[in-house]
């Protein structure tokens, strides 16, 4: 039987790839993600597994992705693999976490193939852990987000919002009218890392590989 592994390679560095997933990566037949003109983060950070192995970079329309996308996405997998060998589908941080590979998953369920799933370190954990910030901690709650929406605040103590390229203003002033304070964690573990506090600088940036990390002022984590 074919089989696909979706691979989390976790925020970026070769260094925080699993043992498991270098030792996948290294083995596999075929090595499949999204085509971002031409370039891929996982990719780059298992650039030094590949080799000279096939790599096969899948297009995706700009804007709104369709269903149709994701299965002509699943057929070119598909056929990518050879009878009783296996593929890779790389994604940053996990494959479990906003990422294209759960819809490839989705796509491949009625196929003959076999799937299994290997963690990556999230890039919220990574930013957590570079810019020393607890994500929760007894009795709290915390959630994850890609676009912010100020109802979220209401019940957590803690939160990680992904998608930071649009406009910061609002959200940052409304994180501190609510007595959150934040953080703006980019390219964690890369070469151009960067942990910044100040609002105007945070509103500036523009890079995509970005994060907030933001929790209530009076939580506390000192212990009991
Ligand atoms: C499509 S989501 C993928 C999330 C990924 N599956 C995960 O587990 O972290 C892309 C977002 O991940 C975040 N991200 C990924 N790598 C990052 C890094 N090295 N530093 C900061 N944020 C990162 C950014 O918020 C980016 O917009």
Redesign the pocket.
């Known amino acids: 039987m074919k089989k696909l592994y979706g691979i989390?390679t976790g925020?970026?560095a070769s260094d925080l790839l699993t043992i498991r997933a270098a030792n996948l990566i290294k083995d596999a037949d075929i090595i499949f993600v999204p085509n971002n003109k031409g370039r891929n983060?996982a990719l780059d950070t298992a650039r030094d597994l590949i080799g000279d192995k096939k790599i096969v970079l899948i297009d995706f329309p700009m804007g709104q992705v369709t269903k149709e996308d994701y299965r002509k996405a699943a057929e070119i997998i598909f056929n990518g693999i050879a009878e009783n060998e296996y593929g890779v589908f790389l994604?940053?941080?996990?494959?479990m976490?906003?990422?294209t590979f759960i819809y490839i998953m989705n796509e491949l369920d009625n196929r003959k193939i076999d799937i299994e799933i290997v963690p990556?370190i999230?890039?919220?954990v990574?930013?957590a852990c570079a810019s020393k910030t607890p994500l929760t901690v007894k009795g709290e709650s915390f959630l994850l987000c890609?676009e912010y929406n100020p109802k979220l605040l209401d019940n957590v103590d803690s939160l990680a919002i992904?998608?930071?390229?649009g406009e910061k203003e609002d959200l940052l002033h409304y994180l501190e009218k609510r007595d959150f304070n934040y953080k703006y964690?980019?390219?964690?573990?890369?070469e151009k890392?960067e942990i910044l506090q100040d609002k105007d600088t945070i509103i500036k940036d523009k890079d995509?590989?970005?994060?907030i990390l933001s929790r209530k002022q009076e939580a506390n984590y000192e212990g009991k």
């Open positions: 989390g925020p970026g983060m994604t940053i941080g996990d494959s976490i906003y990422s990556g999230p890039s919220f990574a930013a890609d992904l998608k930071t390229l964690v980019k390219r964690v573990s890369l890392e995509y590989i970005s994060l």
